[in-house]
């Protein structure tokens, strides 16, 4: 059986495979990388073979195996910029921010209000991201709401797909490599090593513009008040709002990086992810059975 998801990923994977020619004779693994992506477009030709009476771990397998691409996906970037040397475009995304935020709003905001207890709040927030992203996902799961969790997925990819493949062609570095704060003035306290420590050992250069934190952190919300109790999507939504406050205080984004992936959950949730849904239905698929209705908000 086909899904969206799976032409969306594979839509990205020709993109990718295209952006690693780039980075032949420059890296080792770029044939590699190249073939994988090559395999990944390839994919939607073997799913369709998947069906009830394909073992189970490879059902499971097929349902989640979009989800489990989504860091990969991102790692990579950060390794195809550093392969061919991407000087970035943080000067031209700097000008336009100052036309339209005036002030440095990245390093000035922090800076006037360095607090305790806001730096710790504001990086608190910026952490809790990845709770906000895993919780539609991992809820539907539980739940086995099947119908859900296939929406989810779609969803989510579709928004980080499209930022990725921006970040492919269009490196912005972002405020914490093109305008570094001094050692001296690094924020201390518990979240913010634990940012610093996640970012440490998953960050990936190129990938500021426009903010996938902000865009997946709204496109959760926007799952929530599809799939989930209205309480509940409350408070993913005000969660969300200070995601996107976050990425600013805490130095990883300028504001037209946030302002940007909020226009890209909003555009591709309202817009694109219907039409795309109903250009390309599902094939193949039986129907769902035994799968409760959404809960309306």
Known sequence: MLRPVDRVLAAYNVLAGAAWLRALGSDPAA??????????ALLPLGLRAIGPATPAPLRLLREAYPLLLLYPLFAEVGRLHGAIGSAGHDALVIGWDEALFPGGWHRAWAEAMPQRW???AMHGLYVSYYVLIAG?????????????FRDISYRTMLTYTACYAVYLYFPVFGPGHADPLPPEARPEGFFPGLMHAAMASGDAPGTA????HVAGAFTAAWLGYRWFPRAVAHAQFLLACGVMAATVYTHNHYPLDAAAGL???????????????????ETNAPALRGVPARVEP
Do not use: K, Y
Request: glycine letters at 8%; charged letters at 10%; zero cysteines.
């Open 118 to 120: 806001l730096s710790e």
């Open 209 to 212: 513009f426009p903010s996938s």
């Open 136 to 148: 539609p996902p991992l809820a539907a799961a539980l739940l086995r709401r099947g119908g859900a």
């Open 31 to 40: 044939p590699w990388f190249l073939a994988a992506h090559l395999a990944g």
């Open 263 to 281: 226009l890209v959950a909003v555009l591709l949730q309202h817009g694109a992810a219907p039409i795309l849904e109903r250009a390309w239905p």
